[in-house]
């Protein structure tokens, strides 16, 4: 939290971007939110909406929130993460939002391509790290093992089959994994070690210990919009 910054955290619903979720995510979602924003507003024009998730709140916001400027942070092929009815609902959410602020900005080059029919508006805005931050390199030692690390959401975009084949390969070396897990995990070998999610302090505590970094990902339609730092 930051002096000056009013951080407001709506109750999660897991109801997008289902058919009937929608309408409920309006009444028990965005109706108390607006009702706090516009008191937070106190009548003012002078607002900036920047949406960074597609969802039925972020439509309402646009439509019902006096704003000055918008824009729309395309983070991730959104609705990538979903299948079948779930995925053509949150295409269209998307749309509807591209359509309607001043700004899409992109954080890779496939996400730039996605968006080409609002060539007017969309950015290439990269992810970026502050270097300073990262560990001094120095040279590998041979007095401790390999140590191939990850981290990252792990989901169903995640190469287990490449990282226990790694596993197997290097039985000396360790293949840490750090982050949160979504979905089962397979059997993996004894030299998989699994750490649970961590604080950016910790990360970089991490990746001191990393020999070699991993992003094993599957080729998908969704990690293809990635831009990893």
Aim: hydrophobic content about 40%.
């Amino acid at each position: 939290d930051h002096p000056g910054v009013t951080r407001i955290t709506p109750t999660p619903l897991p109801l997008e971007p289902l058919p009937f979720g929608t309408c409920l995510a309006y009444g028990l979602t965005w109706v108390p939110l607006r009702r706090r924003l516009l008191d937070l507003l106190g009548g003012s024009r002078d607002v900036a909406i920047l949406i960074g998730r597609p969802s039925i709140s972020a439509i309402s916001a646009l439509r019902e929130v006096p704003h000055v400027w918008s824009g729309y942070d395309a983070m991730d092929d959104y609705p990538e993460f979903y299948t079948g009815r779930a995925r053509r609902l949150c295409i269209d959410v998307e749309h509807t939002i591209a359509q309607s602020v001043e700004a899409v900005v992109t954080t890779s080059s496939r996400l730039w391509d996605k968006f080409a029919g609002f060539d007017s508006k969309r950015l290439l805005l990269r992810n970026g790290f502050t270097m300073e931050g990262l560990p001094l390199t120095s040279p590998a030692s041979t007095d401790r093992p390999l140590v191939f690390g990850y981290v990252g959401c792990i989901s169903r975009w995640f190469d287990w089959s490449m990282v226990t084949a790694l596993a197997q390969r290097l039985p000396d070396a360790q293949v840490r994994i750090v982050g949160p897990i979504h979905g089962r995990l397979p059997r993996l070998p004894p030299n998989v070690d699994l750490h649970p999610p961590c604080s950016h302090v910790r990360s970089i505590t991490h990746l001191r210990d990393f020999s070699v970094g991993l992003i094993p990902f599957l080729e998908t339609a969704l990690t293809k919009a990635v831009d990893p730092i």
